[in-house]
């Protein structure tokens, strides 16, 4: 079955430190995502990457790199983790009429 | 640019009342428009999509349709039940846009047994 698989499902990092976010879909989809979540906030873009070995910056990129090795994978990383990073993060991918979700990692940084 | 607004942040409805969540959108293109909905814990999940005027989404009791002229997709739902509490999401897909697929902020919905 067609799906997003996220890892670490959860994480606790400390503040400076460095954390990397994986994801891979077996949907065979082009474009793939990375979003935060924070409660009254609604989904954010972070990057996103439409082929392999290129990202492009969404609407919050400041304090996230993007890495995108392969079609399958994409990988979010924050080299110095600050406390404001606390979140939930998704990864999706897409085309123009299919577009699934992860199911989240829950980031706390202390 | 592209982009979709949804009005309402928070709503909550007891059960058995009418829902109107209301979506507008904005796009160079011809969209394709979604409806997803997240539960507590998971990821958002698609609910439908239309992708022609006047086409009409539906599933588990919610309704959209698709309206170009009006550029709008409001979600209903006759009688809501207190499992329908969840945020959901309004979207669309445009061929044209270079980010490809544009979220609402999202509503959050809680129906009161």
């Known amino acids: 079955e067609a799906a997003v698989t996220q890892s670490p499902r959860s994480k606790v990092a400390v503040t400076g430190g460095k954390v990397t976010l994986s994801c891979h879909q077996t949907?065979?989809?082009?474009?793939m995502y990375w979003y935060r979540q924070d409660t009254g906030h609604g989904l954010r873009l972070i990057h996103y990457?439409?082929?392999?070995?290129?990202?492009e910056k969404g609407d919050i990129p400041d304090g996230y790199k993007a890495s995108r090795p392969s079609q399958e994978n994409f990988s979010l990383i924050l080299e110095l983790a600050s406390l404001s990073q606390t979140a939930v993060y998704f990864c999706?991918?897409?085309?123009?009429?299919?577009?699934?979700f992860g199911s989240g990692t829950r980031l706390l940084v202390i | 640019g592209d982009s979709v607004t949804q009005t309402e942040g928070q709503v909550a409805l007891s059960e058995e009342d009418f829902l109107t969540i209301h979506c507008n959108y904005s796009?160079?293109?011809?969209?394709?428009l979604f409806w997803y909905v997240q539960y507590p814990g998971e990821g958002p999940q698609l609910l439908f999509r239309?992708?022609?005027?006047?086409e009409k989404g539906s599933s588990r009791g919610f309704e959209a349709t698709y309206d170009k002229g009006t550029t709008s997709f409001h979600l209903r739902k006759a009688s809501v039940q207190e499992s329908d509490s969840a945020v959901y999401y309004c979207?669309?897909?445009?061929?044209?846009?270079?980010?490809?697929?544009?979220f609402g902020k999202g509503t959050s919905l809680t129906v009161i047994p």
């Open positions: 949907n065979n989809h082009d474009y």
């Open positions: 979207a669309l897909s445009d061929p044209g846009g270079y980010q490809n697929f544009y």
């Open positions: 796009a160079s293109g011809y969209p394709t």
């Open positions: 999706a991918s897409g085309t123009n009429s299919d577009y699934t």
């Open positions: 990457s439409y082929v392999a070995d290129s990202t």
């Open positions: 239309a992708s022609r005027d006047k």
